[in-house]
């Protein structure tokens, strides 16, 4: 954001890392890496603008997975004119100003949800957000009455109100109240009163169920979304009388899990459970004496991961098309000749490479791809993990001898893609579409951290 007076990590010169970078094999760049195939990127976030259009229904993309202008371009798409987001960190929601305000300049709205429930800290920094793209662009969490009274702050600062949802619990117990807990000691009373006042804009309910990463079957999860959407819906009934019936009230909803599984909702047969979500969606003001929109959120579907994967979401365990991040890393020594009790492999990647985050379908930290080394019968899995070090073996124990080399690069598909681009100041980017193997690097994007 131009002349943000809030410290923050500098990003590095995008020119400085496209010099040194663009058109190298990424075999050849100093390892570990991380590395974005943006044609499976584009593909998956075509499909998801697709099937919220042909859904009829809105979408609001999440972006603290990738933190980078560039993804969010291909997360919004060209064609709708309503640029919805949610950022977990008030440092993303800076950096976007810039391209917010080119959208807006092509006649685009804008609307920004900081996706944690408000506390003080973050109340000067959101309001110069919205003091620099507008009314209805910044939209703020709320799940407690005393959070209500800072949007007199952000008045003050912003000199327009602020948006609300009001976060709702379906199951996760993250954050939100509970539906029948909505208005928890005065709370619609106090949005109200804020209203009234000026310092807030009700847009509606929002509930993020992460529970459905542990569903296996696109039927579990899209049975979650049903969850999620009814939850509000019985938030909404009961407490219809308190709420604003000038207006239509979003229910925004949703997880990459449940939200990609919605695709699904596109077949010409469905089962049961399916069609009764698809009349859910399409008719959610259905027995709701009100006016009702869905949106649904997602934030990690662009990427995908192993712990996206072991949903079978895709109903499929492909990782080399489906995983668009993969982090690139050495082969420092190799263990083949009884030294251990199994052959093993030492990779210079560990914890601060990889993240340390499980997967529910396989034991390990990170699933070594097929590129550029001949399949064997079982896969190659990081089995254990240490600050810098990473231990490869075989996923299964029939195999003998690991088929590396000392000097090796290898591709490593990571259990969780958000906690991975974490430990990295900038994503290197190939095309498989262009480049038969996706190696050789076409662009640098770089990525907010820190909040």
């Not at 093993?344 to 914890?351: C, D, F, H, M």
Request: hydrophobic residues 40%; contains cysteine.
């Amino acid at each position: 954001m131009d002349s943000n007076p809030f410290p923050a990590r500098p990003l590095p010169s995008s020119e400085d890392l496209k010099q040194f970078y663009v058109g190298k094999d990424v075999n050849d760049v100093p390892k570990p890496a991380v590395i974005l195939d943006v044609a499976i990127i584009k593909r998956h976030c075509q499909a998801m603008l697709d099937a919220a259009k042909a859904l009829n229904v809105g979408f609001r993309a999440h972006i603290k997975t990738h933190k980078t202008p560039q993804a969010t371009r291909l997360q919004v798409g060209e064609e709708s004119q309503e640029v919805n987001l949610v950022v977990s960190t008030v440092l993303e929601a800076e950096i976007l100003v810039p391209l917010l305000k080119e959208f807006q300049s092509a006649g685009r709205s804008v609307n920004v949800l900081y996706g944690i429930p408000l506390v003080p800290s973050q109340v000067t920094r959101l309001a110069s957000v919205a003091r620099h793209l507008g009314e209805k662009s910044i939209s703020v969490m709320i799940d407690h009455p005393d959070q209500v009274d800072l949007l007199e702050a952000f008045h003050e600062v912003a000199g327009l109100a602020a948006c609300v949802f009001l976060k709702v619990d379906s199951g996760y117990h993250r954050a939100g109240l509970p539906p029948n807990m909505l208005n928890k000691n005065g709370l619609l009373e106090k949005v109200t009163a804020a209203e009234k006042q000026g310092h807030a804009s009700l847009l509606g309910l929002y509930s993020h169920n992460s529970s459905s990463y542990s569903g296996t079957t696109p039927e579990e999860l899209m049975s979650y979304l049903n969850e999620e959407i009814s939850g509000c819906k019985e938030a909404l009934k009961k407490n219809l009388h308190l709420l604003p019936t000038d207006r239509e009230l979003v229910i925004s909803v949703g997880a990459t899990p449940q939200v990609v599984s919605s695709q699904h909702l596109l077949q010409n047969s469905l089962s049961s459970g399916a069609e009764a979500l698809k009349t859910l969606i399409v008719d959610p003001a259905h027995d709701v004496n009100a006016k009702v929109k869905i949106e649904l959120h997602a934030g990690v579907y662009p990427f995908l991961d192993m712990q996206q994967l072991g949903t079978n979401v895709h109903k499929t365990q492909d990782a080399e098309n489906e995983i668009g991040i993969s982090v690139i890393a050495e082969v420092c020594s190799v263990y083949n000749d009884g030294e251990r009790l199994k052959s093993e492999a030492l990779v210079a990647a560990g914890t601060l490479a990889l993240g340390r985050e499980p997967s529910a379908t396989y034991s390990g930290w990170g699933i070594i791809s097929t590129w550029r080394r001949k399949a064997g019968a079982s896969r190659l899995i990081v089995q254990r993990i240490s600050q810098e070090h990473g231990i490869i073996t075989w996923e299964n124990d029939g195999e003998s001898k690991i088929p590396l080399k000392i000097g090796q690069s290898v591709k490593i598909f990571p259990n969780h893609a958000c906690i991975t681009g974490a430990l990295y100041g900038w994503y290197l980017i190939v095309d498989s579409s262009q480049d038969g193997d996706g190696s050789k690097i076409i662009d640098v994007w770089p990525r907010a951290t820190g909040w």
